[in-house]
């Protein structure tokens, strides 16, 4: 059994190259965005940037970052495969309960949207959140399958870190589900900061619904839920505002602050 010295040095490795990174960067970027001298309301955040002006080079970096991205999920399964167990059994990442999965997935998409744009809109009112342009992909045949692969890639990366590997090792540092809860919703809001206050809190409100679904009595068979259904409703989340918004009214968007 390893020590708490050990898992909890296992944990911030994991983070550090993964969501705690994203964090720090998160944190820098909110505090340079304060003191820019350009109010937050009169910035932008492009959540899916071109990386070459060269349509098939494009393509590749784009595929090579989802790629690498991924990976801390890889080093996090890996991980909580020791003693001969299954990781993806362990976290709900199998496909036995697949219609089950993919129904509570579409419950949580639509308990969360509402709340999450209704946080967003909020904050660019009171001029605390940035602009957020969703894509800045130009089009070509593979822009949506790529913000598709973006979206499920998001979903899995969060949803595996920051809590199915995150409840496993601390719920062996003794955590209690209260301390899990807030640790990880704290985390989810943090990488989002970026984007200004209003999704922060958006955020942090989505990791509480999440975290306290995964954990929950009533869904979780021995204080272990299911994963699947929230990378099905976190990615369900992210193809709405990577694609979906090109459906939603001009005047809708421009009024939010999305383009």
Same mark, same amino acid.
């Given at each position: 059994?390893? =020590?708490? #010295?050990?898992?909890?040095?296992?944990?911030? $490795?994991?983070? /550090?190259?993964? &969501? /705690?990174?994203?964090?720090?960067?998160?944190?820098?970027?909110? !505090?340079?965005?304060?003191?820019?001298?350009?109010? &937050?309301?009169?910035?932008?955040?492009?959540?899916?940037?071109?990386?070459?002006?060269?349509?098939?080079?494009?393509?590749?970096?784009?595929?090579? @970052? $989802?790629?690498?991205?991924?990976?801390?999920?890889?080093?996090? &399964?890996?991980?909580? @495969?020791?003693? /001969?167990? =299954?990781?993806? %059994?362990?976290?709900?990442?199998? %496909?036995?309960?697949?219609?089950?999965? +993919?129904?509570?997935?579409?419950?949580?998409? !639509?308990? $969360?949207?509402?709340?999450?744009?209704?946080?967003?809109?909020?904050?660019?009112? +009171?001029?605390?959140?940035?602009?957020?342009?969703? =894509?800045?992909?130009?089009?070509?045949?593979?822009?949506?399958?790529?913000?598709?692969?973006? !979206?499920?890639?998001?979903?899995?990366? *969060?949803?595996? $870190?920051?809590?199915?590997?995150?409840? *496993?090792?601390? #719920? *062996?540092?003794?955590?209690?589900?209260? #301390?899990?809860?807030?640790?990880?919703?704290?985390?989810?809001?943090?990488?989002?900061?970026?984007?200004?206050?209003?999704?922060?809190? /958006?955020?942090?409100?989505?990791?509480?619904?999440?975290?306290?679904?995964?954990? =929950?009595?009533?869904?979780?068979?021995?204080?272990?839920?299911?994963?699947?259904?929230?990378?099905?409703?976190?990615?369900?989340?992210?193809?709405?505002?990577?694609?979906?918004? !090109?459906?939603?009214?001009? *005047?809708?968007?421009?009024?939010?602050?999305?383009?």
């Amino acid at each position: 059994m390893p =020590s708490n #010295r050990r898992v909890a040095a296992e944990v911030w $490795i994991v983070l /550090g190259l993964s &969501l /705690g990174q994203s964090a720090v960067y998160a944190l820098v970027n909110i !505090a340079a965005r304060l003191t820019a001298g350009t109010p &937050l309301a009169e910035q932008t955040a492009t959540l899916n940037a071109s990386r070459s002006e060269r349509p098939y080079l494009d393509l590749v970096y784009q595929l090579l @970052s $989802i790629g690498f991205a991924l990976v801390p999920v890889a080093l996090a &399964l890996y991980l909580l @495969s020791d003693h /001969g167990r =299954s990781a993806v %059994r362990l976290l709900g990442l199998d %496909r036995s309960r697949p219609g089950r999965d +993919l129904g509570w997935g579409v419950a949580l998409a !639509a308990a $969360i949207g509402l709340p999450g744009l209704a946080f967003y809109a909020l904050g660019r009112a +009171l001029g605390i959140t940035v602009e957020v342009q969703a =894509s800045a992909l130009d089009t070509h045949w593979w822009t949506v399958p790529v913000l598709l692969l973006s !979206a499920f890639q998001n979903g899995l990366l *969060e949803e595996v $870190i920051a809590v199915g590997y995150l409840f *496993e090792r601390t #719920r *062996e540092l003794g955590w209690n589900r209260v #301390r899990f809860v807030v640790a990880s919703s704290l985390l989810r809001g943090s990488y989002h900061l970026y984007q200004g206050f209003g999704p922060f809190l /958006g955020n942090v409100v989505m990791g509480v619904v999440f975290s306290w679904f995964y954990t =929950s009595p009533r869904f979780a068979a021995g204080g272990r839920g299911r994963v699947a259904p929230l990378v099905v409703a976190h990615t369900l989340l992210d193809v709405v505002a990577f694609v979906g918004y !090109a459906l939603v009214p001009a *005047e809708w968007r421009e009024a939010l602050g999305i383009r």
